[in-house]
C-alpha cells in the first residue's frame, strides 16, 4: 500500500488505510548533499589549519574543542537528514471499516493519568475524561479509566460530578455531531448558535448552564480542599478515604462510578453509557511506586478484569480528544486485513491548544510533528511518547509477534467481567497493590518499562523489538491537545527529563544499538540515537557558546580570515542550513517571529536543561543521584497568563538554569561590546579580517538573547530575572572576561 495504492487486501476486500510517500522531495535532497559537501570543507580547514605546535596553548585546545563540537553538529546534522530523508504519510477510510466492521467492533480501554489536584485541576481532568466518553463509537464497547496517583477524594468527588453530566453532555454531542467533545474546549471556542436555529441554541444554553453548574461545584470544592459530609453521603466510595490517608500511604481505591453491563446506566435519552472507573492504586512509603509507569501498569491489570478491551487508550490529564473520530481512525489500522495484525499501537502527535501565535516557547514541535515524526514512521515505526497512544493489548502486555497472532475482534467483546461492580471492586484492588508486581515480569517484560524517564520511548522500543510495527497518523483535525507549560522554567525543566530519560536509554541495555541489533532497521535505531543524545549535544552548544566569545576577548581567531576563501563553506552551511529552516518552518505553518522563538528556546535547551540532564545522567550512573519524575504544572497565576498571551517571556524564579542562560547571554554582549570597540573606536583593521565571524556569531547570540537582557534589567513586573540571578551572571560573566583578557 504504497504511494496512494488502493491494491485489494486480503479477502478481496479495499483496504482501510493508504501509505503515502512524501512528494517534492529532490529540493531537500539536493540541499543536503550541497550541505554536506560543505560540511566537509569545514572539517578539512579544521584539520589543515590546526594550530601549529609553537601556537598558543589556548589556541589549539580551543580550536580542538569547536572541531569536535562541529563533528558532533555535524553527526546530529546526519541522523536528521537520515530520517527526513522519505518520510511517509497515512490515511485512513473509515467509512470502509464502517461499512466491514460496525457490528463487531473491539472494546477499547482509555486510560487518564492524573497524580496531583494542585497542578492538574480536577475540573481540567474530568473535561478530558468527558472528552473520551464523548467518543463516535458504540458506548458499550468503550470504558474510561481514571487514574489518580494522587490518591484524592476532590479528583474522585470530580469525576461523579462528570458521570452525572455526561447523561446530558454525550446525547448533545451525538445529536449535534458537535467538536471538539470536551465542554470547556467547546464552550470558549464556540459561539452560541444563532436564533434560526433555535432547537440548538435552546439545548446549548441549556448544557452550557449545567456545565457551568458542575464547573462552580469542582471548583469550589477544590478551593476549600476537603469534601462535606452532605456530599460524602451521596456515595459510597467516599468511605475508602479516612483521616489516616496520605497522597504517599494509602490503599488501593476502586470505584466503577459507571458499570455500562447496568441496563439503568443510561443517559437522558436512553441510551447506554461508557463504562466509568476511578483508580487509585495502593501507596506506601516503603515500596517505590514507579511514577507514572506503575500507574499505567495497575491499570492494566485492572482493566483487564473489568472490560479487557483489546486497544487501549492512553492520554495524560490535560490531553483532551479534539477530534470523536480518533477511535476509528486507529481501527483502520489494527483492523486492515493485509497488514491490521503486525501493528502494535498507532501514535498520534501531541498538540497544544495554548499556544501563543508565535509560540513563545517552541512547544509545539512543528517540524518534528510533520516531518520526522513521518520520517521515523518510515524507517520501521514512531516511537510511543506517552500520550495520544492506541495500543494492541497483548503487545502491551509483552506478546511477542508471530504470523499466527491474528484474531478475531468478535471473540474479544465477549470477555468482559461478569461479576457484580461490588465483587470487582474488591478483586481489583489486590491488582493495585504494593506488593502485587514483587517478582513477576511487571516493569520489566510486561507492562510499560520501569527504571527511565521516559518509560514510554524505552517501552515502545521493546515493543518494536518484540517484531510489532508502529504507524505515526496526524489527521487533518488534531487528535488531541493539551496544556502546554507558560513558562520558561516549566518548558526547560520538561526538557530536562526528557533529555536525562533519553541518555539513560542511549547508556543502558536499552540502548538502540544494543537491544535494537537484528531486532529492528539500522535506521530506525539510528533514527532514536537523535533523541537519545539530546544531552551530549549540549556540550557542544556549551563550547560554541562560550569558547568564540572568550577567545575574541582574548584577539584569538578560531575562524577565516573574512577574505579568505574558506569563508565560503562556512557561510554556505551557516546560511543554507537556517534558509532552509526558515522555509520548512513557514511552510509548515509558523511565523517569521515563531522561527526566531524556536532558535532561541532550542538555544536555552541545549545549554541548560540539556547539559543539567546530561549532568544528571553521569551522576546517576555513579550512585550519586536517583531518578525522580517532576509533573509539570497545569496551572498559573493570572499575571503569568497574561504575561504569556502577549509572548513575554517568564523568569521569576531563580533557577540555575536561569544563571548559566544569563551568564553566557552577558558573555557574549561583552565580547561583542569588545569586538565592536576594537574595530569601530580604535580603527584596527587587522582584527575585522580576523575576527569578523567571531564577531558575527556574537552579535546573532546577542539578538538572540534580547528577552534574557530586559529580564536582567528593563522590566519591573513579577515575571522579571530575579536580583539573585543578576548578581551572580554578572560575577560570572565578568569573572570568565577578566580570565581571558589578562
Sequence with gaps: MKKGSVEMGRDGNLPLFETKVAKGRILFRCYAASMFVGIIFIWVYRVVHFPPAGAQVLRRWA???????????SFYWFLTQLVRWSPIYRYTFKDRLFQRYEEVLPGIDIFVCTADPRIEPPI???????SVMAYNYPSQNLSVYLSDDGGSDLTFYALLEASRFSKHWLPFCRKFSIEPRSPAAYFSTTPEPPASNPLMAQEWLSIKELYEDMKNRIETTTRLGKISEEIRKEHKGFLEWNSASTRHDHQSIVQI????????????????????????REKRPQYHHNFKAGAMNALIRVSSKISNGSIILNVDCDMYSNNSESVRDALCFFMDEEKGHEIAYVQFPQCYDNLTRNDLYGTCFRV????????????????????GCFHRRVALCGMKYDKECEREWKKENDRRGRESASVLEESCKVLASCTYEENSQWGKEMGVKYDCAVEDIITGFSIQCRGWKSVYVNPERKGFLGVAPTTLLQSLVQHKRWSEGHLQMFLSRHCPFIYGHKKVPLKLQLAYSIY???????????????????????????????WSLWVLPFAYVIIAKHAYSLGEFHWYGGTIQGWWNDQRIWMFRRTTSYFFGFLDTILRILGFAETTFAVTAKVCDEDVSQRYEQEIMEFGSPSPMFTISATLALLNLFSFVCGVKRVVVDIQIKPLESLALQIILCGVLVLINLPVYQGLFFRKDKGTMPTSVTYKSVSLALLACSIALY
Excluded: H
Design 257 to 280: 462510578v459507571i458499570d455500562g453491563r447496568d441496563p439503568k446506566a443510561v443517559d437522558s435519552e436512553g441510551q447506554s453509557l461508557p463504562t466509568l472507573v476511578y483508580l487509585s
Design 532 to 562: 537519545n543524545l539530546w544531552a551530549a549535544y549540549s556540550l557542544a552548544m556549551l563550547c560554541y557558546v562560550a569558547v568564540p566569545s572568550l577567545c575574541l576577548l582574548g584577539g584569538i581567531s578560531l575562524f577565516p580570515e573574512i
Design 124 to 130: 481540567m481532568v474530568i473535561n478530558t475524561v468527558l
Design 368 to 387: 518534528i510533528i510533520q516531518v520526522e515524526l513521518p520520517g521515523l514512521d518510515s524507517n520501521g515505526g514512531p516511537f510511543y511518547i506517552g500520550t
Design 63 to 73: 580550536w580542538m574543542g569547536l572541531f569536535l563540537s562541529e563533528l558532533l553538529f
